[in-house]
């Protein structure tokens, strides 16, 4: 049984193996490449499929959690692979809470990264200095923490100066608050984000004015500085003031455009910009005339005395004291007094007004108009128009200036001149490619087809030798069959008939065609394995 298998698979080797060195060149070649893709892609498949299932285990480590978490795993034989740039280990899926149990006893990952976490040790003997430097530093970490879930922060460092609070001083030193934030390759923070950062450290520390924080970069630019009203740092207001300028700038470009023509016109436009924030309280107290007094009261006193009661007679002047002029009479005296009270209400109004940072201080506006293309427009009103635009108020010190000027149009005409060697180079590229593309086109056509018209002549020169080859063989068999023929006559006439088979003829008949014609029948046979193939 096991040499009848044996016997087989010889034969089928043997066959394959012949089939094979039938093959042309190109065919092995293909057959080779074929089974050797077939069989590296059978590989990468099982090796998919028998590779684990992989999983987070820890993620947003720092290095030195990743680098005992790692040399743990190295000590158990885990498979693990590192990703997002070293801070999360994958390990296989069905290993994952195996492993989270067995590194929790033996306390890795520590999760040294600050925070609150520093307060869980300590004790009784803690001195009060220790404990004012771990609470300083656990505020430390959560702000990091905090700062650090903001989109595109990869790591932040928090310092804060918190000095000690005098009891029995008026003056306070503030506290003050610094911020290191190291981005993601290719992000920059935005303005806001630097803001919300400021905002951020400055409500979680008590006593922290905005205006005290400063925020840096890894690459050492200060983002936000302290100085500026309410947190408002210098970059904030020159981005505030740029912010303003451009869109007064484009306000008046826009209009400008439409009115005189584009490129007929250039404006520049100046803001000065309030950054203070002030709070104004006023009171006025306003009284309702036609309303009348709320009250009146009125008193009135009257005095007569019998003659020489002491009582100086007279007429009493308007200070209520007697004129001096007056004599003491012996007749009797006597005065009236009479005094009238009005109470009117008065109204209190109290208004208080806020003035938030940015606003506008002062503008100035300069319009350039070329006088080639707006000779049609004067410039009085066009500055009338730019003041009503974009609301010039003289009072607080606006100005505009418009005037007509030739315009140097050299940059312009040069820009010109480039983008139309520019085309013109790009049009004469295209038409080298294009007669590039039509000769290659063409070559390949034209190789094709000589490799058509050779398979052609070839096919025809097997045709024609393999017609000549037959009828060579007609020939001779016809002239074998009548010496055949002959001789069988003779044979007949001198002997009994002897039987020669119908194989035994054609083989001796072969045999003579190639003794005699050796070239012509390779040639057949050449043919005829070359249209088989």
């Known amino acids: 049984m096991a040499g009848s298998f044996r016997d087989t698979a010889g034969l089928r080797l043997a066959g394959y193996s012949r089939t094979f060195s039938q093959f042309t060149v190109g065919q092995k070649l293909v057959a080779v490449l074929g089974t050797a893709a077939l069989l590296l892609g059978g590989f990468m498949v099982f090796r998919w499929a028998s590779a684990p299932s992989m999983a987070p285990l820890y993620s947003d480590l720092s290095a030195s959690d990743a680098s005992a978490v790692v040399d743990e795993l190295d000590a158990q034989g885990v498979k693990y692979e590192l990703a997002d740039g070293g801070t999360m280990i994958m390990v296989p899926r069905d290993v994952v809470y195996q492993t989270r149990i067995d590194l929790s006893a033996q306390g890795i990952p520590e999760g040294s990264d600050g925070g609150y976490s520093l307060l869980d040790n300590q004790g009784l003997a803690t001195s009060d200095f220790q404990e004012q430097t771990d609470f300083k530093r656990a505020m430390e970490g959560e702000l990091a923490n905090t700062i650090e879930a903001i989109d595109g922060v990869d790591t932040a460092v928090v310092h804060l100066a918190l000095p000690k609070k005098e009891v029995f001083s008026d003056s306070q030193q503030p506290a003050t608050a610094s911020v290191l934030v190291d981005t993601k390759p290719g992000v920059t923070l935005e303005q806001q984000q630097v803001q919300a950062v400021v905002n951020l450290v400055a ?46 700038h484009d306000r008046l470009q826009a209009m400008l455009d439409r009115v005189v023509g584009p490129g007929n016109s250039t404006v520049q436009v100046t803001a000065q910009l309030d950054f203070d924030s002030t709070d104004t309280k006023t009171t006025d107290y306003q009284v309702d005339k036609a309303s009348g007094p709320s009250s009146t009261a009125t008193s009135k006193e009257t005095y007569k005395g019998p003659a020489g009661s002491g009582v100086p007679g007279g007429v009493v002047g308007p200070d209520g004291q007697m004129d001096p002029t007056a004599t003491t009479g012996s007749g009797s005296s006597a005065y009236v ?61 606006d100005t505009v200036r418009v005037a007509q000027m030739p315009f140097n149009r050299s940059v312009e005409d040069a820009a010109s001149s480039e983008l139309a060697t520019a085309r013109a180079a790009e049009a004469s590229a295209a038409t080298r490619e294009m007669i590039r593309t039509g000769l290659i086109a063409a070559l390949v056509m034209l190789v094709a087809g000589i490799a058509w018209l050779r398979a052609r002549s070839r096919a025809k020169a097997r045709r024609q030798a393999t017609t000549y080859v037959v009828e060579q063989i007609r020939q001779e068999s016809a002239s074998r069959a009548a010496v055949a023929d002959q001789t069988a006559l003779l044979a007949l006439e001198q002997s009994e008939p002897q039987e020669v088979s119908e194989e035994d003829k054609l083989r001796d008949e072969l045999d003579a065609l190639i003794e005699r014609q050796p070239d012509d029948v390779a040639s057949l046979l050449r043919g005829w394995l070359t249209e088989r193939a």
């Open 203 to 248: 409500a979680s520390v008590e006593g922290l004015d905005p205006g005290k924080v400063t925020v840096a970069d890894s690459s050492g630019a200060v983002l936000s500085a302290p100085g500026g009203e309410s947190g408002v740092s210098s970059m904030a207001r020159d981005q505030r003031q740029a912010a303003v300028e451009t869109e007064l």
């Open 337 to 397: 007094k009479q005094q009238e009270t009005a109470d009117t209400p008065v109204d209190v109004v109290e208004e208080r007004r806020q003035t938030p940072p940015g606003a506008i201080k002062t503008l100035h506006v300069g319009v350039a108009l070329d006088a080639a293309s707006t000779q049609n427009y004067l410039p009085q009103e066009v500055q009338q128009l730019v003041a009503d635009t974009i609301g010039i108020d003289k009072k607080r010190g």
